[in-house]
């Protein structure tokens, strides 16, 4: 590639005592709480699950997988690095270097998940479908050409776009097997991804709002214009993706409703309000549930329904400070 | 007049949840040298959910912060959480924690910046809510 390397222009010795946004260390200390390793998760104990699989339903795992290496791998080695040059901040540059470091963790992650259920053979073979899959190449495509340009909001957009919406279609798949009591512990190291996926979406949105406040009304306006089309281009290449993923196992509508779910929330990490209706947006329960045990819990007081005097339960919480 | 207090970070998710609902709202301020907030009548309180996967520091330092203050939560008469369904477990904890410290109840869960259902919803409860106090 003939580009031109972009690096900051200039480096000054980071200064973590002075701080000037507050959301740079909380971000950091956030990251730095939640690392871990994929070699912590026994994944091993899926071999048996896994064998219960159907032919046709392990490929769709396989091919899922497959995929979000790539979009980890994406993320990893172009995305977050390519925000370093824009930062507003030297801490905000620190944090891109967490995230970057932590997607090649991810990407990692799904090699450990391979050799433990599949052969050499059938791991390459995946990875071959990943290199021919048009609509996967498509959405590389779009997000990795937006990186190279020379907008750093558009940069934003679209790796904000890239962690909390373009991965969803892969998520699924885990959290369809973990409702069915399968593949467990893939499913408990996906939700250390999905976890940190939250962190970076929100963190990476969030600078992009700053950014924008430095904008002039129509530039936010041509900001906005352009993020909605982004969104309508990705959303229609991931219908295309789904289909050709969860076709054989009819489950493309379920997933549909479950990006959509999420194409609302990278939305509103970039400050929109969410796009699609309420009905468009029907997670199934047990895929909700799979993904936040808690979220299906009553916790709408004003229905009146049930034994709605919600009061939490035992949690740990940082006493020392908490002193009534 | 009762009424909404909250929290929201520079991130300003929460506030745009409550600047939706139009009611009357005192924001918990953001610093250690900012002048606290005390409040004289009874409210629902608003909290982002903070921290990952375990638990630690769910609740915003400054909420602990007003919550410490006997008479601010003498006047507490429920709680709102906004989080993210990503957190797992963690989903909206904050509010699960505040309820179970204070005694009351957990009303309501939103995520981000909520959707225009939940401004309904909550907007409609809140007003349920005063009728029965």
């Not at chain 1, 892969?170 to 962190?199: C, H, Q």
């Amino acid at each position: 590639m003939s580009e031109k390397l972009k690096l900051v222009s200039r480096v000054s010795a980071i200064n973590w005592n002075r701080i000037q946004d507050e959301k740079d260390v909380e971000v950091w200390n956030r990251l730095v709480n939640n690392f871990w390793l994929p070699e912590k998760v026994p994944l091993s104990n899926d071999i048996q699950s896994w064998h219960t699989l159907t032919e046709a339903e392990q490929l769709m795992t396989t091919r899922v997988f497959t995929g979000l290496t790539m979009l980890d791998t994406i993320q990893g080695t172009v995305g977050a690095v390519s925000l370093i040059p824009d930062a507003l901040t030297p801490h905000e540059e620190a944090v891109y270097t967490n995230i970057a470091f932590m997607e090649s963790v991810h990407a990692k992650s799904y090699s450990s998940i391979f050799s433990t259920l599949i052969s050499t053979q059938e791991i390459d073979e995946a990875f071959r479908w990943s290199e021919e899959n048009e609509n996967l190449q498509r959405k590389a495509e779009i997000v990795l050409n937006y990186y190279r340009g020379d907008d750093p909001l558009k940069r934003k957009v679209a790796s904000t776009m890239l962690e909390s919406f373009l991965f969803y279609s892969g998520f699924y798949a885990p959290m369809y097997w973990s409702s069915r009591a399968k593949l467990t512990n893939t499913a408990d190291l996906i939700r250390l991804i999905i976890r940190d996926e939250a962190v970076h979406g929100y963190y990476i949105g969030y600078k992009y709002q700053k950014g924008l406040e430095q904008e002039t009304p129509e530039r936010r306006q041509e900001m906005k214009d352009y993020t909605f089309e982004l969104l309508f281009e990705l959303y229609d290449n991931e219908e295309d993706y789904t289909e050709a993923l969860y076709d054989p196992l009819g489950l493309t509508e379920d997933v549909k409703a479950f990006l959509r779910y999420n194409a609302n929330k990278a939305l509103m990490n970039l400050g929109y309000e969410g796009m699609f209706p309420k009905e468009a947006t029907a997670v199934n329960p047990a895929i909700l549930s799979s993904l936040s045990p808690n979220a299906d819990e009553n916790h709408d007081f004003f229905s009146g329904s049930g034994s709605s005097y919600v009061i939490g339960k035992a949690v740990n919480t940082e006493d020392e400070d908490w002193d009534f | 007049m009762p009424g909404i207090v909250y929290f929201s970070s520079v991130s300003e998710n929460t506030r745009r949840f409550v600047d939706r609902l139009e009611l009357p709202a005192a924001r918990i301020p953001l610093r250690p040298v900012d002048a606290p907030l005390h409040v004289k009548n009874p409210y629902v309180l608003f909290t982002p959910t903070y921290g990952g996967g375990d638990g630690q520091g769910a609740v915003p330092k400054q909420v602990i912060r007003f919550l410490n203050d006997e008479h601010n939560r003498s006047l507490i008469r429920g709680v709102v959480a906004a989080g993210n369904t990503n957190f797992g477990s963690a989903y909206c904890l904050a509010g699960s924690i505040v309820a179970r410290k204070c005694k009351v109840p957990h009303l309501y869960n939103f995520e981000l910046l909520g959707t225009a259902e939940d401004v309904t919803r909550v907007r409609e409860g809140l007003g349920q809510l005063w009728l029965q106090q």
